[in-house]
């Protein structure tokens, strides 16, 4: 089984920068696709980028376009999520996710960080 643990959250103020990192340990781990999700107080969960693991591409939530970007660590099984230009509303739970096919659901999720953004 695979476990995903997130780190890197915290408290910003508006404009600056964290860099949230998801590390995998377990059985042997060869995601197809990696992605974070987050989920605001009262709103449902939400996209905010993944990576096709094997080219390097990426894609992202408009609301991030820009100020985040998501790259991964193949050798230390790691995803990192960089996040600038933090606004109020980025404030959530941050959770990373692994499925190991192109498409569909995400097989595996980690427990979530929490990252605050105050004004």
């Known amino acids: 089984q695979v476990q995903l643990v997130e780190s890197g959250g915290g408290m910003v103020q508006v404009g600056g920068s964290l860099r949230l990192s998801c590390t995998a340990t377990?059985?042997?781990?060869?995601?197809?696709?990696m992605g974070w999700f987050r989920q605001a107080p009262g709103k449902e969960r939400e996209f905010v980028a993944a990576?096709?693991?094997?080219?390097?591409?990426?894609v992202y939530a408009d609301s991030v376009k820009g100020r985040f970007t998501i790259s991964r660590d193949s050798a230390k099984n790691t995803v990192y999520l960089q996040m600038n230009s933090l606004k109020p509303e980025d404030t959530a739970v941050y959770s990373c996710?692994?499925?190991?096919?192109?498409?569909?659901?995400?097989?595996?999720w980690g427990q979530g960080t929490q990252v605050t953004v105050s004004s």
């Open positions: 996710a692994a499925r190991s096919r192109v498409a569909g659901p995400y097989d595996d």
């Open positions: 990576i096709a693991c094997s080219v390097g591409s990426s």
């Open positions: 377990g059985r042997t781990f060869r995601p197809n696709r």
